[in-house]
Antibody
Framework: QVQLVQSGAEVKKAGASVTVSCKAS????????IHWVRRAPGQGPEWMGI????????QYVQKFQGRVTMTMDTSTSTVYMELRSLRSEDTAVYYC????????????WGQGSLVTVSS | QSALTQPASVSGSPGQSITISCTGT?????????VSWYQQHPGKAPKLIIY???NRPSGVSNRFSGSKSGNTASLTISGLQTEDEADYYC??????????FGPGTKVTVL
């Protein structure tokens, strides 16, 4: 069955970087896009960007440009999301989610990774 | 602040029907049919329940239905059951190649 398993919770200081991983299984990794979505406490979800594993192409929300990098390792079917220069507003649960190409919806989600940024 | 607007909470008794609205603009909800809905129970991953406005994935109860009129999409849960108590999020693909979400609606079964 399709699974997206994310890395565990992280506590970081302001200014540091964090990398969250998302390991896919149960399907052909390169046939689906992976998105990253975060939800800060008391707020709605926020889309961060996308990586297309068949090409490695990425696209990020302008708000995160310069601070976020999404990468992948096809040998382990794992996608990574690195967020740099962390600030307290980055405290959130980060999710990876799968999209069948050009389907415009997320059919499977990871369990979420809590990132807490302390000052 | 979310780009889409949803009511913070909706409640109903078992067996009743409830509807959750999701209002956007002509650049997102009103632009095309790329509206989807997700159910999330506490501590669990979100689950896709409606895609492309009104389509249900395999395995999702037909008690869940979706529709859209202009810039507002709606999710209706009929025959409300206790397991429907959860948070519900709408999302839409937007014309500037981005995805926008609603803040979520907490459904309570009385």
């Amino acid at each position: 069955q399709v699974q997206l398993v994310q890395s565990g919770a992280e506590v970081k200081k302001a200014g540091a970087s964090v990398t969250v991983s998302c390991k896919a299984s149960g399907y052909t990794f390169t046939n689906f896009y992976i998105h990253w979505v975060r939800r800060a406490p008391g707020q709605g979800p926020e889309w961060m960007g996308i990586i297309r594993p068949h090409s490695g192409r990425t696209q990020y929300v302008q708000k995160f440009q310069g601070r976020v990098t999404m990468t992948m390792d096809t040998s382990t079917s794992t996608v990574y999301m690195e967020l740099r220069s962390l600030r307290s507003e980055d405290t959130a649960v980060y999710y990876c989610a799968r999209e069948a190409p050009e389907s415009y919806h997320f059919d499977y989600w990871g369990q979420g990774s809590l990132v807490t940024v302390s000052s | 602040q979310s780009a889409l607007t949803q009511p913070a909470s909706v409640s109903g008794s078992p067996g009743q029907s409830i509807t959750i609205s999701c209002t956007g603009t002509s650049s997102d909800v009103g632009a095309d049919s790329h509206v989807s809905w997700y159910q999330q129970h506490p501590g669990k991953a979100p689950k896709l329940i409606i895609y492309e406005v009104s389509n249900r994935p395999s395995g999702v109860s037909n008690r869940f239905s979706g529709s859209k009129s202009g810039n507002t999409a709606s999710l209706t849960i009929s025959g409300l059951q206790t397991e429907d108590e959860a948070d519900y999020y709408c999302t839409s693909y937007a014309t500037s190649f981005t995805y926008v979400f609603g803040p979520g609606t907490k459904v309570t079964v009385l």
